[in-house]
């Protein structure tokens, strides 16, 4: 009985992880360096576009040039990188709050765990979440099992593989 117990508790533990803000950065990584994304974009800390027009902006509010950290980039150096406290600055300023609201607009009045599942699809932009047409009517209808499916059968759930089971998991289940 109690090792049935200790297995609930992991097992919620577990799901709720999946279904957070932590996930999104767990899903994206953390780079303290200039790396390329998968699609070839200079980027930094958890998934930070630098190429966003506001990146010189924020990174110069961390005493960074961006001509320096895209140095690093081109060259494969890492003389100009963040701190994980300034990867959790931007993330938390800049990253996660503009994918919630995405969320928000989206399916607006979804729980905790389904919200953060469609803010980690939405943390790709606004502009690929609301491709989720059917998704998105499943969510208003709260038909959680048809919402997880239509996203589990998108071409970015075959492009973001697991990631992308946890966000159906946290739609179907919240």
């Known amino acids: 009985m109690i090792k049935l117990f200790v297995f609930l508790v992991c097992l919620a533990s577990t799901s709720w992880a999946a279904c957070s803000r932590e996930q999104t950065i767990t899903n994206e990584g953390r780079r303290q360096c200039c790396y390329y994304d998968t699609k070839g974009i200079p980027t ?47 993330f938390d300023a800049y990253e996660y709050p503009p994918a919630t609201q995405c969320a928000n607009t989206f399916a607006p009045g979804l729980s905790g765990q389904r919200k953060a599942a469609v803010a980690d699809v939405a943390f790709a932009g606004c502009g690929t979440l609301n491709q989720f047409v059917n998704m998105k009517a499943a969510l208003l209808k709260k038909d959680w ?30």
């Open 44 to 90: 930094i800390g958890v998934g930070f576009n630098l190429q966003r027009t506001d990146a010189k902006n924020i990174l110069s509010q961390l005493g960074l040039s961006l001509s320096d950290v895209l140095s690093d980039c081109r060259l494969g150096t890492r003389k100009h990188c963040i701190t994980n406290s300034q990867m959790d600055s931007i």
């Open 145 to 174: 099992a048809t919402a997880a499916k239509e996203l589990q059968n998108s071409k970015w759930c075959t492009q973001v593989k697991g990631r992308c089971t946890l966000d159906a998991d946290c739609i179907r289940n919240g």
